[in-house]
């Protein structure tokens, strides 16, 4: 993937926690769930949260209802489809699986977003760094 940052002008780290993992609370809400929804749609995410929670088979159904369809495999929307299906106490579930995923991996991620990150991280500096969510 093509990484939009500006490395070496900016350390993604100062999003983190001292355990190594984003803490949220340095981003705006909007900035935050913007990066949650992309995230979710990668085949190895997916792949990941479904297991976790025990919806691979769910997952793979969609997929196979695809072919039949005659449209090309898509995980992502796969994906969605189950997560429409799901009641709101599981859609929650599973999109906190997502959550966490992100939160776990952002350090590793985070330049996929710098168009996103760089204006918050350039504020963050200005303004001192504080919790978005106060």
Request: aromatic share 12%; glycine share 4%; hydrophobic share 40%.
């Amino acid at each position: 993937m093509e990484h939009r940052g500006t490395l070496g002008q900016r350390d993604y780290r100062k999003f983190l926690t001292a355990e190594g993992q984003l803490n949220v609370r340095y981003l705006p809400r909007q900035v935050y769930t913007a990066i949650v929804k992309e995230y979710r749609t990668r085949d190895t995410v997916i792949d990941e949260v479904f297991e976790q929670l025990y919806l691979a088979w769910d997952l793979e159904d969609q997929l196979q209802q695809q072919k039949e369809r005659g449209a090309e495999p898509d995980r992502a929307a796969a994906a969605q489809a189950v997560l429409d299906s799901l009641e709101d106490t599981d859609w929650w579930r599973v999109n906190a699986a997502f959550e966490k995923a992100l939160i776990r991996d952002f350090a590793a991620v985070a330049e996929c977003w710098a168009d996103l990150l760089d204006p918050v991280y350039d504020d963050q500096e200005a303004r001192g760094w504080r919790d978005f969510s106060a």
